[in-house]
């Protein structure tokens, strides 16, 4: 009996535009929903939050350089470039232009509120806050069993984000950062597949 060679890659599930979008909203809304039942029932307070210029600059900053560094893994590290191709293949492919803003700002705003706005005060706003909400994070990027080194890489902007959250007392500069990184990022990934069909 012969074996049949098994594919190594995995199928993906191609999603519409309106799936994407109304999977983006919902995850952002349950989010949310977590993190206010948190702050109201189990007596956690809010990482502090306000506009500040400074914090708003080093926000873009850092956003840039977790940019600048993702860039680089996937330039270098073939596991972590298919396991991002294969993210952002079914999250962006699907997604016009105009529809990156809300991938910069539902994730950017509602993922910062629970894991470095409530997650990381409920657990102590330390070291075992920052690597227990990092991995969390992490995780929440998990599309699949081969997934794992773009779960590792997200876990390591978790680290980014949550010092950054607590050595500038400002919940702003990761959500800054967090929307930076994912406008730049799914900009230019969608501009290099739009130029491959050209």
Not at 49 to 56: A, H, V
Not at 104 to 133: K, M, Q
Request: hydrophobic share 50%.
């Amino acid at each position: 009996m012969t074996q049949q060679p098994q594919n190594q890659e995995p199928e993906i599930p191609y999603l519409t535009r309106t799936q994407v979008l109304v999977a983006m909203g919902v995850t952002a809304i349950i989010l949310w929903i977590v993190s206010k039942i948190c702050l109201q029932f189990a007596n956690v307070s809010l990482l502090s939050w306000g506009w500040n210029d400074q914090d708003f600059v080093v926000g873009i900053i850092l956003g840039l350089l977790i940019t600048v560094l993702s860039g680089v893994a996937y330039r270098f590290n073939s596991a972590y470039r298919r396991s991002a191709d294969y993210y952002l293949e079914i999250v962006l492919k699907p997604l016009a232009l105009p529809d990156l803003i809300w991938l910069g700002l539902l994730p950017g705003l509602s993922e910062e509120l629970l894991f470095r706005g409530v997650l990381l005060p409920a657990l102590g706003t330390n070291h075992f806050a920052v690597i227990i909400s990092s991995v969390c994070f992490g995780v929440l990027h998990l599309s699949g069993p081969q997934q794992w080194p773009y779960v590792i890489w997200a876990t390591i902007v978790g680290f980014i984000l949550g010092y950054s959250a607590i050595i500038s007392g400002n919940l702003l500069v990761p959500i800054v950062a967090h929307i930076v990184t994912n406008l730049i990022s799914s900009y230019l990934w969608k501009i290099k597949q739009l130029s491959v069909k050209i």
